[in-house]
């Protein structure tokens, strides 16, 4: 079997077990959305920075979507991961000889795809939640983040999910794992998105650097996670 | 691994410890460096033209720094030949364990001690600009690699599972160099009175400054020597453990006929 | 003169950095010995 053709059954797999099990659906999500609104309760409050149109919670609306989106990734790789642990998939798709690498890609492509909708469905609850607006000249450097953002999160996600499977303590091993790694993203992203918004006045030009830190990262872990996941898994 | 049928114990050590002449004499010298690097730092240096006195923090937070640098290095490099030689030699992984242990003590000191010439200088404790951010970020990520590192399973799941992650958390330190330029570039920030930026360095300042590196650098040394031969009794202690284990429930078997 | 309130931050940060150098060094050498003291000279390369 090619490289391609597993990856896309693995995604396949992984993206049938969410459809019918809705668990990203039902419980993840909600749990975003009610992250979003917790963060308004939070930050409602307080006046504008100086200097902006901007109320407070529309001037950090777009970190609060890359936060939302960072704690919901924690919930959606545990996932991507339990459902392999249970009568250990994992360790059987490994005996029947599948190409490491290949099925990491599947199921960081399976992950980016849940990513990719709960980021899009987070962009919409901003614009309804906190008043955050889309202009037409900042789409193009929207979507490209979002793309960058997203691939670079999942194969961390898949990476680091690998490596605290099987592991005890890793429900909170994950969090202490993940989060430090994936704050270039945050950075990253938050700025770019903060350009194609034009939050503070910010230029559409100043977001790009932003993007190739991004995708700096996505290619340096996408590398990583295909090299180092077939050992990883080994055990 | 012990192969014999009594229990190891029997025989009492006669020596305890880690030492060995060579450490005694590291040891030594690594004080030495330390009385050199008070005596020059605090003493003999002279102060700068932009910094005053202030500038006598140089001299423990550079060379603090730099060898935290180097010790995550040394587990990257450490656990690259773990992971790539054909003999997956458990020695390896511990010196990785051993060298991060120290360099995440030399990158707290460094915050720490940042964190004062920060206050002196700029008149607060912490700033969320590039390096200081990234800088904390690299920390959090090796005090993540030594939790990963206490997760159980045998000796090389732990090996190898901490080796995939020492490389990876290895690429953050050019992330630091490179966040910095970086940054400047986009929020053109004047770098006149950052601590660690154009301090112009007499002769006797280089020198204190070398003296400073080659302290930390015994020191440095010092401390992974016996933290690795302490985790190689570690590793040893679990394995005779197992083995009188092994011994006592064959015992049991045998008893039970 | 140096500033009293400066010299208190420069020597402080000397004493936090070889303290606490010294403090992990010590903890290094007293689990050293513990955990050597119950193994016997052959699983110890170095003597």
Request: zero cysteines.
């Amino acid at each position: 079997m090619t490289f391609l053709r597993t990856a896309w059954l693995v995604a396949g797999k992984d993206l049938r077990i969410e459809w019918r099990s809705r668990i990203g659906l039902n419980q993840v999500l909600p749990f975003a959305a009610i992250v979003m609104v917790l963060f308004a309760f939070a930050l409602d409050r307080f006046p504008a920075p100086p200097g902006t149109d901007d109320t407070l919670l529309e001037s950090v609306a777009p970190g609060l979507v890359w936060l939302a989106t960072l704690f919901s990734l924690l919930l959606l790789v545990q996932r991507t991961f339990a459902i392999e642990s249970e009568d250990g998939a994992l360790d059987a798709l490994r005996a029947s000889g599948v190409d490491a690498a290949a099925l990491f890609w599947g199921k960081t492509a399976a992950l980016a795809a849940q990513l990719a909708v709960l980021e899009a469905l987070l962009l919409v609850t901003a614009i309804l939640l906190y008043g955050t607006e889309v202009r037409p000249s900042g789409v193009v450097l929207l979507v490209t983040t979002w793309l960058a953002a997203t691939v670079g999160l999942a194969a961390v996600g898949t990476l680091y999910g690998g490596l605290a499977a099987g592991a005890r303590g890793r429900e909170t091993l994950l969090p202490l794992l993940m989060l430090p790694v994936v704050a270039p993203v945050l950075i990253g992203a938050t700025r770019a998105v903060e350009a194609a918004l034009g939050i503070g006045g910010t230029a559409i030009a100043d977001g790009w650097p932003w993007v190739g830190v991004v995708t700096v990262f996505a290619v340096a872990f996408g590398a990583g996670g295909t090299l180092a996941f077939g050992p990883l898994i080994d055990e | 691994m012990t192969s014999t049928s009594v229990p190891v114990a029997a025989k009492a050590p006669t020596s305890t410890g880690t030492a060995t002449k060579a450490t005694r004499v590291l040891g030594a010298a690594a004080l030495v460096g330390i009385a050199w690097l008070v005596a020059f730092g605090l003493g003999f240096s002279p102060a700068d033209a932009n910094q005053r006195e202030s500038v006598r923090i140089l001299y423990v937070h550079v060379p603090a720094a730099w060898l935290a640098y180097l010790a995550f290095v040394v587990t990257a490099l450490a656990s690259a030949i773990y992971l790539l030689s054909k003999r997956h030699s458990l020695g390896w992984d511990r010196l990785a364990g051993a060298s991060a242990e120290v360099g995440v003590l030399f990158m707290a000191v460094t915050l720490v001690v940042g964190a004062l010439w920060g206050r002196l200088t700029w008149g607060v404790f912490w700033e969320w600009d590039a390096r200081l951010t990234t800088t904390a970020f690299l920390l959090v990520t090796y005090i993540g690699y030594l939790t990963v590192r206490r997760l159980g399973g045998t000796h090389q799941q732990r090996a190898r599972r901490s080796a995939v992650l020492a490389l990876l958390a290895v690429l953050e330190i050019p992330l630091v160099h490179w966040s910095v330029r970086l940054w400047r570039s986009l929020h053109q920030e004047a770098t006149v009175l950052r601590p660690d930026g154009e301090v112009k360095m007499d002769g006797l300042m280089l020198f204190t400054l070398f003296v400073g590196i080659v302290a930390f650098t015994l020191m440095y040394v010092w401390l992974v020597i016996h933290r690795q031969r302490t985790l190689a009794a570690e590793d040893a202690l679990e394995d005779v453990g197992l083995d009188i284990a092994i011994v006592a429930r064959r015992a049991e078997g045998r008893g039970a006929r | 003169m140096v500033a009293m309130e400066d010299a208190g931050f420069i020597i402080g940060s000397y004493v936090v950095t070889f303290a606490s150098i010294g403090a992990y060094a010590w903890y290094v050498l007293r689990r050293a010995r513990k955990v050597t003291s119950r193994l016997p000279d052959e699983a110890k390369p170095w003597t």
